[in-house]
């Protein structure tokens, strides 16, 4: 079957600029978790879905990052006033989500540049 | 600190080595994750385990709750693990974002 998808792959924008990235899970999967991965690091935590609620925000850096995923499929991550330290590839899993501690299943990602 | 600290950082072997990758942790978990990320590639799950042993195929993952400690071990290197190889753990309860040691660089030279 299909695995988690990402578009777009990549997005180059200018500083200050608004920018969309969006997320298709795994079909059925109702756990759904974005990370943000910098150069030459691992992933850091933003933002985890249980259906269309965010469970658990912590991981957003500021205000300008929100999340949305309103019918608990398909999760859009927007980013308002691009900052060029907002570079990274922006990583999308998912998982069943009946428990914790289960396997998550990671998308391509979207490499974003801010210039 | 980071909360998962992996070692060693990079790593450069000859194929057909015994590859040990280690992890540690500095607070409970609900499960430990060994993860692979190839250069330019997504990342693929290798293991999830919260006890004892993991098998699959030239891969094995152990953990030790009591000392907070995992390790991933490659039997038979070849060219094509090379990769890097990332620890995360499950913080526990209802949300299992993960949180990630910052990978270890696997070179395995023919």
């Known amino acids: 079957g299909a695995g988690v998808s990402q578009t777009p792959s990549n997005k180059v924008t200018e500083k200050g600029k608004y920018v969309e990235l969006r997320c298709d899970p795994i079909s059925g999967h109702t756990a759904l978790y974005w990370y943000r991965q910098s150069l030459g690091q691992g992933p850091e935590f933003l933002i985890y879905?249980?259906?269309?609620?965010?469970?658990?925000d912590s991981g957003l850096p500021n205000d300008r990052f929100f999340a949305v995923r309103p019918e608990g499929s398909v999760s859009t991550l927007k980013i308002q006033r691009t900052e060029r330290g907002d570079s990274a590839v922006y990583l999308c899993?998912?998982?069943?989500?009946?428990?914790?501690?289960?396997?998550?299943?990671f998308g391509p990602g979207t490499r974003l540049t801010v210039l | 600190k980071n909360e998962v600290e992996q070692s060693p950082q990079n790593l450069t072997a000859q194929e057909g080595e015994f590859i040990t990758i280690n992890c540690s942790y500095s607070v409970g978990i609900s499960a430990l994750h060994w993860l692979q990320q190839h250069p330019g590639g997504g990342i693929v799950s290798l293991f999830m385990?919260?006890?004892g042993k993991k098998k699959h195929g030239r891969l094995i993952a152990t953990i030790n709750i009591q000392e907070k400690h995992s390790s991933l071990h490659i039997t038979a290197s070849h060219p094509r693990d090379s990769a890097v190889y990332i620890c995360a753990k499950g913080s526990g309860g209802g949300a299992d974002g993960l949180t990630f040691g910052k990978g270890t660089h696997l070179i395995i030279q023919p």
């Open positions: 899993a998912s998982s069943l989500g009946l428990a914790g501690g289960e396997e998550q299943f």
């Open positions: 385990l919260s006890s």
């Open positions: 879905f249980q259906g269309t609620g965010a469970a658990d």
